[in-house]
């Protein structure tokens, strides 16, 4: 199964990109948002606690998506709220970094799906808030189709992003301990994914003061 990583030199540089671009040239972005830069904090923590969770009691059926869809649903419903916010906040946005925020997301299905099973997808637009938002949402989503594929299931919605139930069989089938390392690499993809959205937050009220 390849994978593809997010080296930690090419995190740190666009960490520092995306302050500089906040920071030097906040005229030409949406101010800073306390509500979303709160709202990364709490998915983040939420996401991370879910996690462990899950890590720690797979395969038992406690673990198992059926038994926790109400976190991907309520959760799905926070980020996109911020998603519906960072697009009113700035509509007609756009980000001059858009190849700099495609660069700090690595996509779960790179993680979990046999490379032969990847289909490119369009990048999200708008304001750079709203394209790492985005990027969080569609991880999420991606995250709940691994989660499901696991325990050997699939869905319409996770069919059309290439979990088949052949590659579900498959993760089924998968020892504990790859399961387990799986999981642990989706972690880290999607709270990468949500620390870069909060840098770059904070990039913008520093660079406001």
């Known amino acids: 199964m390849g994978r593809r990583f997010l080296g930690s030199t090419k995190a740190i540089a666009w960490l520092a990109s995306a302050a500089l671009l906040a920071a030097c040239a906040v005229q030409l972005v949406a101010p800073y948002d306390e509500v979303i830069d709160d709202g990364l904090m709490s998915f983040n923590q939420d996401f991370l606690q879910f996690m462990a969770g899950i890590k720690e009691n797979v395969p038992s059926e406690d673990a198992s998506y059926a038994r926790n869809v109400s976190f991907y649903d309520a959760q799905q419903a926070a980020i996109a709220t911020l998603v519906q916010r960072a697009k009113a906040s700035d509509p007609g946005g756009s980000c001059r970094s858009s190849a700099i925020t495609a660069d700090a997301v690595q996509r779960v299905d790179s993680i979990v799906l046999p490379d032969a099973a990847k289909t490119d997808q369009p990048p999200p637009a708008g304001s750079c808030t709203t394209i790492l938002l985005t990027y969080i949402q569609e991880q999420l989503t991606d995250t709940a189709c691994f989660h499901q594929a696991i325990y050997g299931q699939t869905s319409t919605t996770c069919e059309s992003l290439d979990f088949t139930p052949a590659i579900a069989q ?39 003061n």
């Open 170 to 208: 498959s993760l089924q089938n998968a020892p504990q301990a790859t399961k387990q390392t799986l999981l642990g690499q989706v972690e880290s993809a999607v709270t990468s994914s949500v620390t870069a959205a909060m840098t770059f937050e904070l990039a913008k009220k520093q660079g406001v």
